[in-house]
């Protein structure tokens, strides 16, 4: 029955990424909603007709599956973050991505306002705080502002979200599996942060190394050996009770000066999408819908306080690459897009829960508000990228004095 | 010819190109290998999506751009080679030739050279299988078939 499970699992997702695909809309929210709708809080309340009750339920291939996902969109990101391209643009860069630091101080008022405790505010923050690089890449491309100059400062502050993320990361898994005693979370948040820097040192000065293992022409072996060199990196951080994904980041970055980088991007791109798929799914399944009457208010909260700032944030950024006033409100617009990286963090609460350091109940709010509060954000941000042209009408009448001569920023 | 080039971390690579007059033209390099080809008409204006090509597309189109993927091939002597060696070979008489006014039997090339001269290309027209006596006249092209030998032998009476 396990096989059945998978294979309704992904006529599903099939067929809502077409759904998606077909209004225009980012896949992330309809792969969510396919795994709540058939999970067992949804379908296995409904009694069928013939078969009773029949739901597909969190097997162990699902929910490794959804680790793989996790894994995959973390090597990916490393593996096309180059570090030397990001301190060649560090000024511009370097601006915009401290301005955007300013959601994360949001995200933790709020958080501190709602819960009245540091670790629940500081994951809210983590969740509000990062943008979606899948849906904010995806929605630049299909809208042909790629070529434009507002994609620069847009992917350039999703580069500086991804480095901080990865520390905050190592951060949040060392302060949700210590427990909740100060003096041993600093212990583990210590141990967390000598991982890193041992990730660091190895990705620094192992090069050749992973250079080595992946000089080959033959494509099976390159795919097998940088598998392998992931999956088994992230396992062993995993096992120590560091996040897996911020081992997964680190092994990509390693990847990424070597010559076959470009190859793996190729091989493994359709393996990744493939798990990240899964992972959406699980996200949905693992959401008790019920839960969202509960937390309705504060998705509600989150996206009034949490929507304007990152558009104020996205407009300086704008700024500081020389933009105008109108091409700074589409990076404004186009920022408060969240996604794969919120529902990320949630499942470090999810496992805190599971490994019994972290309250299952809080766990779960925490969970069902970063579900809804995605699949708010995701399809909102996607829709105000889509229809950005009053408001950017609307800004430049607003803000552009002595602009309106035409001597703005070109090129 | 100002030409900028640009990352986008996570989706490839940018080039703008500046054609004059403010126009400029956005090639984007995907990772995957797609490419994007935009038009911008002036640097305040949106880019407008021209065209897509895949990889291979892309290559043959820039080969076909360059001038490289289509050559007119103008050797200096025109010459086929047809099965066991023997050339196709056309000659022009140039001016002061030993064999302009004389026949094709008075000039006797197949026995002095072995070539065998099958047509004369005389203005518009070509008189294949020309007779022995036809006459050679400045600016004829006469197409010969022999072995290499038997051409550089012709060439020889040709301007000799």
């Known amino acids: 029955m396990a096989l059945l ?3 309704v699992m992904f006529v599903a997702v099939a067929v809502a990424g077409a759904l998606a695909n077909r209004l225009g809309q980012s896949v992330i929210p309809f792969y969510i909603v396919t795994g709540m709708l058939l999970g067992e809080y949804v379908l296995g309340r409904l009694a069928l007709p013939a078969i009773g009750t029949a739901y597909v339920p969190e097997t162990e291939f699902i929910s490794l599956g959804a680790e793989l996902g996790i894994v995959f969109l973390l090597f990916f990101l490393g593996l096309e973050f180059n570090l030397d391209r990001l301190l060649a643009r560090r000024g511009p860069i370097g601006t915009a991505g401290t301005i955007d630091l300013a959601n994360f101080g949001v995200g933790l008022v709020l958080g501190w306002l709602v819960f009245g405790a540091f670790l629940p505010a500081f994951l809210v923050a983590g969740i509000v705080y990062i943008s979606s690089s899948a849906v904010i890449t995806k929605s630049l491309i299909d809208l042909g502002w790629i070529a434009n100059d507002e994609a620069e400062p847009m992917l350039g502050t999703l580069v500086y979200e991804d480095l901080f993320i990865a520390v905050y990361l190592s951060v949040a898994s060392a302060l949700v599996l210590g427990g909740g005693d100060v003096a ?29 293992l992946v000089a080959t022409d033959n494509r099976e072996f390159v795919a097998l050996r940088s598998v392998a060199a992931v999956v088994f990196v992230a396992g062993a951080a995993l096992a120590l009770g560091v996040s897996e994904a911020v081992a997964a980041f680190f092994v990509g970055m390693a990847f990424a000066p070597t010559d076959r980088a470009h190859t ?28 969202f009457a509960d937390v309705a208010a504060f998705v509600a909260l989150a996206v009034v306080v949490t929507t304007p700032p990152k558009v104020v944030t996205g407009y300086l950024a704008g700024r500081a690459f020389d933009l105008d006033v109108r091409r700074s409100t589409r990076v404004g617009l186009g920022m408060t897009t969240r996604g794969e990286f919120s529902l990320i963090i949630a499942t470090v609460a999810v496992s805190g829960a599971n490994a019994g350091s972290f309250d299952p109940a809080l766990a779960g709010t925490i969970n069902a508000f970063a579900v809804g509060y995605v699949l708010v954000m995701a399809v909102l941000g996607t829709t105000l990228m889509g229809y950005s042209a009053p408001f950017e009408s609307v800004a430049t009448s607003w803000l552009d004095r002595g602009e309106a001569d035409g001597s703005g920023a070109s090129g | 010819m100002t030409i900028t080039e640009s990352d986008l971390p996570g989706v490839g690579k940018k080039f703008e190109i500046e054609l004059g007059d403010g126009e400029e033209m956005i090639v984007v390099i995907h990772n995957t290998g797609k490419r994007e080809v935009f038009r911008r008409s002036d640097p305040e204006a949106d880019s407008e999506k021209a065209f897509e090509f895949s990889d291979d597309l892309a290559r043959t189109i820039g080969s076909i751009i360059e001038g490289a993927h289509f050559q007119p091939v103008e050797p200096d002597t025109q010459e086929t080679t047809l099965p066991g060696g023997v050339l196709l070979e056309w000659y022009e008489l140039p001016p002061g030739s030993p064999l302009v006014g004389e026949t094709l039997a008075s000039a006797d090339i197949g026995n002095r050279t072995g070539l065998a001269v099958v047509a004369i290309q005389r203005g518009d027209e070509v008189l294949d299988s020309p007779g022995a006596e036809t006459t050679l006249r400045e600016g004829d092209t006469l197409i010969g078939v022999g072995t290499r030998e038997n051409c550089e032998a012709f060439e020889e009476i040709l301007t000799e």
């Open chain 1, 264 to 291: 793996i991007e190729t091989i493994l791109e359709p393996v990744r999408d493939l798990f990240a798929a899964v992972f959406f799914f699980w996200i949905g399944l693992v959401t008790d819908p019920a839960l």
């Open chain 1, 5 to 7: 499970d998978v294979g």
């Open chain 1, 184 to 212: 041993a979370a600093a212990v583990d948040v210590g141990i967390a942060l000598g991982f890193i820097a041992g990730l660091f040192a190895v990705v620094r000065f192992g090069t050749p190394l992973f250079d080595r």
